[in-house]
């Protein structure tokens, strides 16, 4: 067995140590590792490398959050939107995954003007000029407060009656459409 290759290990020596009646082995990887491995794990393949085979397969297959981001996003036009076609938050709003292990969904828009445009600074949000949750794109995407979300919203009468007074008349035929009475 010394000097023999099994997959990124090479055999150097008999280590001496036995478990579970196999000869333990001292081999080196590729990469520089010494330890000591099984004999079977060696002859069935089950070992192959220290563990940086498994890292590097895993570094190729991983995406980074960019990579991802760009991957779901409908880039059409220049001053199109650029539609989310990935997994939607409940208010319609394009969502992706941070990397790490505490993951946790974040705000597609967020990500895609953080990339572009730069920090998005605190207690700031993110507002769409095209009206658009899903869109991605970012000459679509500037900051601003909550208020000026508000006003952006009532300016453009998607807030149902706000600057709208309702006539007597409109009020009593709600109230009986609601109470269930006829008119």
Same mark, same amino acid.
């Given at each position: ?44 393949? &089950? ?9 590097? =397969?895993? *570094?190729?297959? /991983? !995406?980074?959050?960019?990579? +991802? ?15 989310? &076609? ?9 969502? =992706?995954? *941070?990397?790490? /292990? !505490?993951?946790?969904?974040? +705000? ?76």
């Amino acid at each position: 067995m010394i000097g023999k290759v099994f997959g990124r290990w090479t055999v150097i020596e008999d280590s001496g140590e036995r478990t579970y009646g196999t000869v333990l082995y001292l081999c080196e990887c590729v990469c520089g590792t010494r330890r000591p491995v099984r004999s079977t794990m060696l002859r069935n393949g &089950t070992s192959q490398s220290c563990g940086c085979l498994h890292r590097e =397969i895993i *570094s190729g297959i /991983k !995406n980074t959050l960019e990579e +991802r981001l760009w991957k779901y996003i409908n880039k059409r036009g220049p001053n199109d939107c650029w539609l989310w &076609t990935a997994s939607l938050n409940a208010y319609g709003y394009g969502q =992706i995954q *941070s990397e790490g /292990k !505490n993951r946790k969904p974040l +705000r597609a828009s967020r990500v895609v003007y953080s990339l572009t445009k730069g920090p998005i600074p605190k207690g700031k949000h993110v507002l769409h000029t095209c009206d658009n949750r899903a869109c991605c794109n970012p000459k679509h995407l500037r900051v601003g407060t909550h208020q000026d979300n508000m006003d952006d919203m009532n300016t453009k009468g998607r807030n149902g009656n706000v600057g709208r007074k309702l006539s007597t008349v409109e009020i009593t035929r709600r109230q009986k459409t609601r109470y269930g009475e006829q008119e």
